[in-house]
């Protein structure tokens, strides 16, 4: 199924939407060019045959001490009873300023909005076009990303010992 996938994406969406098929693993998964993110989404939502309705879960990893880290989306068709993921790769450096960014699927799948504002909050991915993106878990004034592999948790908050 899913190398038919990647073969429709590839014709119906850009010949470059789709970077790779990983196949190790419980689920196989496309690696999705960020570019054409978007697109691909539109594309497994509204054709005939695949109909990914639901978005169940948007996962950040991080790698480091790589530079990189990956955006996992879980797509699920309830009407064929079929699951996808989906993967985007984003290369970053870490700097304070300079967040890995992303094109929202919120548009596409209302679900995102929860989980994209989550993936920002804890892990500092920005969502491109995102309607309300802002802390959700996190006080509004928390410095960093906690479930980052570098995050360095502060001694005190407010006045009040974290560690």
């Given at each position: 199924?899913i190398?038919?996938?990647q073969?429709?994406?590839?014709?119906?969406?850009?010949?470059?939407a789709?970077l790779?098929?990983?196949?190790s693993?419980?689920?196989?998964?496309?690696y999705?060019n960020?570019?054409?993110l978007?697109?691909?989404?539109l594309?497994?939502?509204?054709?005939?045959?695949?109909?990914?309705?639901f978005l169940?879960?948007?996962?950040a990893?991080?790698?480091?001490?790589?530079?990189?880290?990956e955006?996992v989306?879980?797509?699920?068709?309830?009407?064929?009873?079929?699951?996808?993921?989906?993967?985007?790769?984003?290369?970053?450096?870490?700097?304070?300023?300079?967040?890995?960014s992303?094109?929202?699927?919120?548009?596409?799948?209302?679900?995102?909005?929860?989980?994209?504002?989550?993936?920002f909050?804890?892990m500092?991915i920005?969502?491109?076009?995102?309607p309300d993106l802002?802390?959700?878990l996190?006080p509004?004034?928390?410095?960093?990303?906690p479930?980052?592999k570098?995050?360095?948790d502060?001694?005190i908050y407010?006045?009040?010992?974290?560690?």
């Amino acid at each position: 199924m899913i190398e038919n996938i990647q073969i429709d994406l590839n014709k119906h969406v850009n010949p470059q939407a789709v970077l790779s098929l990983q196949e190790s693993g419980l689920q196989p998964a496309l690696y999705i060019n960020p570019s054409y993110l978007k697109e691909v989404c539109l594309f497994l939502r509204d054709t005939e045959g695949y109909y990914f309705d639901f978005l169940a879960d948007i996962a950040a990893v991080d790698y480091f001490p790589e530079h990189y880290f990956e955006i996992v989306y879980h797509l699920t068709s309830l009407p064929y009873q079929k699951q996808l993921v989906l993967k985007v790769k984003l290369e970053n450096q870490r700097q304070v300023d300079d967040l890995p960014s992303l094109t929202s699927v919120s548009e596409i799948w209302r679900t995102a909005d929860w989980h994209e504002r989550e993936a920002f909050d804890l892990m500092g991915i920005h969502f491109e076009g995102h309607p309300d993106l802002r802390r959700i878990l996190m006080p509004d004034d928390w410095e960093g990303y906690p479930l980052r592999k570098d995050y360095q948790d502060p001694e005190i908050y407010h006045g009040i010992t974290v560690k």
